[in-house]
């Protein structure tokens, strides 16, 4: 039996549009409670932080909301921090997958160096320098690694800064060739980032998955999943609808799950990007994706 904490980061401020912050509550209303206490886990649920949504920002277009998104991750992460100190693991229900940020930043609160495993079928290195798009969800890794063009505010969101050295991230699950831009090509190839392909965990979820994690150091870790890393036609869950006939399903990203759930130094996972709205096309994908966070949470 394992102690899982549950927090909900129902902010939308740095996503696309509005829709993300319902994705906690819809999590909870799908079993997600229910379906750990079934798997032997003792949960505490610790409710949700305040509701952040999105608005067109037109005073800073290039970086939409960043000041409230900020003073966001920080609420995150002063929350989560003894949440990461206890002995139990953490399970954090985002919002825009800005969220990973918040959660290494809890990490380096309690004086541990954060390592990340980043589930997601983009790079999320592109700065308001280098798209014109606006969305902070576009861009959470780049102020992570603090890259050249990234705001102040956001890179020195955490106790430390960068808050990840470049050997301290691996993605999983990355469509190089189609989901990329050359600006984030260009800094995986400057910062010698590690990435395990889209193909890979495909291929064999749970290879990949390992893979993953040995680019790491050893020792602790957290994991981001940003659901648009999944087909979009098996699970229709995500903010990004581009993802069609491509990538895992909820079945591949469970396995893949489990592998990194299941190991000895695993602290806690957040969750990013999903919007109920969608899953509603679907009705069964919303439960899928309970039971693939669910059945591997292992002590």
């Known amino acids: 039996m394992a ?17 993300v912050e319902h994705a906690p509550t819809a999590l909870r209303d799908a079993g997600l409670v229910s379906a750990l206490t079934a798997e032997g886990h003792r949960v505490n ?4 932080l305040p509701v952040h949504l999105w ?9 939409q909301n960043l000041l409230e998104e900020v003073e966001a991750l920080r609420a995150l992460a002063d929350a989560a921090a003894p949440l990461i100190a206890t002995e139990g693991r953490l399970l954090v229900l985002g919002g825009s997958c800005t969220v990973a940020l918040g959660l290494c930043a809890a990490v380096a609160n309690v004086g541990l160096e954060p390592h990340l495993v980043y589930v997601d079928r983009h790079l999320d290195l592109n700065t308001p320098e280098s798209t014109t798009e606006g969305s902070l969800s576009w861009m959470g890794m780049a102020h992570a690694l603090d890259v050249p063009g990234a705001e102040a505010q956001l890179a020195g969101l955490g106790s430390r800064r960068p808050l990840l050295e470049p050997g301290h991230v691996s993605y999983l699950g990355v469509d190089l060739a189609d989901e990329t831009t050359s600006w984030e090509r260009d800094q995986v190839d400057r910062l010698g980032l590690a990435v395990t392909s889209q193909a890979e965990l495909v291929a064999d979820p749970t290879a990949a998955a390992r893979k993953a994690k040995t680019a790491l150091p050893e020792g602790p870790f957290v994991v981001h999943v940003d659901v648009d890393v999944l087909d979009f036609i098996d699970a229709p869950l995500a903010e990004n609808v581009n993802g069609r006939n491509s990538g895992p399903t909820v079945a591949q990203l469970g396995e893949a799950i489990a592998e990194l759930w299941g190991m000895p130094d695993f602290l806690a996972i957040s969750v990013g990007q999903l919007v109920p709205a969608h899953a509603a096309s679907d ?3 919303l439960a899928r994706f309970v039971d693939a966070l669910a059945s591997p949470a292992e002590a």
């Open 55 to 63: 608005k067109p920002d037109r005073e800073r277009p290039r970086a």
């Open 3 to 19: 102690i899982i904490n549950v927090l909900g980061y129902p902010s939308s401020a740095g996503a696309y549009c509005v829709g």
């Open 283 to 285: 009705p069964t994908s």
């Open 45 to 48: 649920d610790h409710g949700d």
